[in-house]
């Protein structure tokens, strides 16, 4: 590397404190037509001023920037800002605002940790998108920046909580990876448009035991902080007897969740003897041609000869009935190939009648139990609605009741009470997931307080925007 001289001392901008000139080797002397940044080593023509190194300086080393916009005291006794201060982003303009927002807005709906913000790529993406924006600390995005998104966001879905008739809440625990506690609200609501609308109330940390009692009282702290005690709250949880006891103190109707209960009788009759036995001998052929790489090549080998989709062989999860089912599903797709791979010419063949079975359930609604009403306006409603035709399984039974909603005063007011409960806790469940992708064993230390703000954020900021 050639060396390089200082600037004479009669240059007294501190952007020289970056730059130098190369001695031409030739000549014996310092060549002064041109100068060399110390950091990167560029050439750039000089002319007597220092534009093109302060552009330099501002495109590929913000970083130096702090150091070398030293303001100038001016002969009227006030500082001048530098070039590099007049091209610099407020941090309080509405635009250096908006991209911090985006910024916590992108943290929370893509679980990014905080430190994204000093990472190496991030912060180059931003200097091409704005290269005047400087982006604030991981503390303050963690402090400050997701905090205030919470609260803007929060208040906007009180708001729209505040307008509806009935919410039903549903409610489940979970431990993280750092064997903290949490316990997940969620509410679903019909709004005015006959929209149904489900959010994340609240992950929060529960330190008690969980038993019924520290439960209803949690529920009860969850209604009152949102301000919906007195939306005719409904319960949905699994079919543990702490949330029975929870729903009875809290004296919320109490809706058991119909997956859970699906699950317990499905695993039930998975346990009979005859279908424990055939589950477990297609268990055992899955787990064969998952472990063994031959009998894996061997199976691929016989699906593209049988023209079969290269479909996997499922394994069941003993916690989810459904999976037993996706299991012998998939089993019977791949039976030829896998037959054939173990030598055997045995070819079964299913098929599922459950399309069939559930419409015509619904499309046969010729017969509908006459409800008796005192009122006579109610009476002629109820026998009006009898006699409408039934609905489609492609169609929204909630859009029906919104074109509808004049035609039924009365019972489009039930709708509204009572199609906004779900029929399982599953969405408070699901919401685990989520939370083991931000509680993750790199980001164990997260305070019980940003998992909530990230949690909430994550799942309700496209409700809000």
Same mark, same amino acid.
């Not at 929204?396 to 009365?410: A, E, G, T």
């Given at each position: 590397m050639d060396k390089l001289h200082p600037a004479p001392s009669n240059l007294k901008s501190t952007v020289w404190q970056h730059f130098g000139f190369c001695e031409d080797k030739e000549k014996g002397v310092v060549d002064k037509s041109h100068t060399v940044?110390?950091?990167?080593?560029?050439?750039?023509?000089?002319?007597?001023?220092?534009?093109?190194m302060k552009k330099h300086i501002t495109r590929f080393h913000s970083e130096l920037q702090e150091r070398t916009s030293v303001p100038i005291a001016s002969s009227a006794g006030f500082t001048q800002r530098t070039l590099e201060q007049v091209a610099k982003l407020p941090s309080n303009s509405e635009k250096a605002k908006r991209i911090t927002r985006s910024v916590a807005g992108f943290i929370a709906k893509d679980?990014?940790?905080?430190?994204?913000?000093?990472?190496?790529?991030?912060?180059? !993406?931003?200097?091409?998108?704005?290269?005047?924006?400087?982006?604030?600390?991981?503390?303050?995005?963690?402090?400050?920046a997701i905090p205030a998104l919470y609260r803007e966001t929060k208040a906007q879905i009180l708001e729209s909580i505040s307008n509806t008739y009935r919410i039903a809440i549903t409610c489940d625990a979970w431990t993280s990876i750092s064997t903290d506690s949490y316990v997940t609200i969620t509410a679903h609501y019909i709004t005015d448009e006959f929209k149904l609308t489900a959010c994340v109330l609240q992950k929060r940390a529960m330190n008690e035991s969980y038993t019924g009692t520290n439960v209803?009282?949690?529920?009860?702290?969850?209604?009152?902080?949102?301000?919906?005690?007195?939306?005719?709250?409904?319960?949905?949880?699994?079919?543990?007897?702490? !949330?029975?006891?929870?729903?009875?103190?809290?004296?919320?109707?109490?809706?058991?969740?119909?997956?859970?209960?699906?699950?317990?009788?499905?695993?039930?009759?998975?346990?009979?003897?005859a279908v424990s036995r055939l589950l477990g001998r297609v268990r055992r052929i899955v787990t064969f041609f998952h472990?063994?790489?031959?009998?894996?090549?061997?199976?691929?080998?016989?699906?593209?000869?049988?023209?079969?989709p290269s479909h996997k062989l499922k394994s069941d999860v003993i916690t989810r009935w459904n999976s037993a089912y996706e299991m012998l599903e998939r089993f019977i797709e791949q039976q030829p190939a896998v037959c054939a791979a173990l030598l055997s010419p045995e070819v079964r063949k299913g098929s599922s009648l459950l399309q069939c079975l559930l419409g015509q359930t619904f499309s046969d609604a010729s017969v509908t139990p006459h409800h008796q009403s005192a009122h006579a306006i109610a009476e002629e409603e109820m026998t009006r609605y009898l006699g409408s035709p039934p609905l489609s399984?492609?169609?929204?039974?909630?859009?029906?009741?919104?074109?509808?909603?004049?035609?039924?005063?009365?019972l489009s007011k039930m709708a509204k009470r009572y199609l906004c409960i779900p029929a399982t806790s599953v969405s408070a469940e699901?919401?685990?997931?989520?939370?083991?992708?931000?509680?993750?064993?790199?980001?164990?230390?997260l305070t019980p307080e940003h998992v909530d703000q990230l949690l909430f954020l994550h799942k309700n900021l496209n409700l809000a925007i």
């Open positions: 940044c110390k950091v990167c080593r560029a050439k750039f023509k000089y002319f007597g001023n220092t534009t093109n679980l990014r940790p905080y430190c994204v913000v000093e990472n190496e790529g991030f912060r180059s !993406m931003l200097q091409v998108l704005e290269p005047r924006y400087s982006v604030p600390s991981r503390r303050y995005f963690s402090d400050t209803a009282e949690l529920l009860q702290s969850v209604a009152n902080e949102w301000k919906i005690a007195n939306k005719n709250l409904v319960l949905v949880t699994d079919n543990a007897s702490n !949330m029975a006891i929870a729903a009875q103190l809290s004296k919320f109707p109490h809706v058991r969740c119909y997956a859970h209960t699906l699950n317990l009788a499905s695993q039930r009759a998975l346990k009979l003897p472990r063994s790489t031959t009998a894996k090549h061997q199976l691929e080998e016989k699906q593209k000869q049988l023209n079969l399984l492609s169609e929204d039974p909630l859009n029906w009741w919104h074109v509808n909603k004049v035609s039924f005063p009365l699901r919401v685990f997931s989520t939370a083991g992708d931000i509680v993750t064993a790199q980001r164990s230390t």
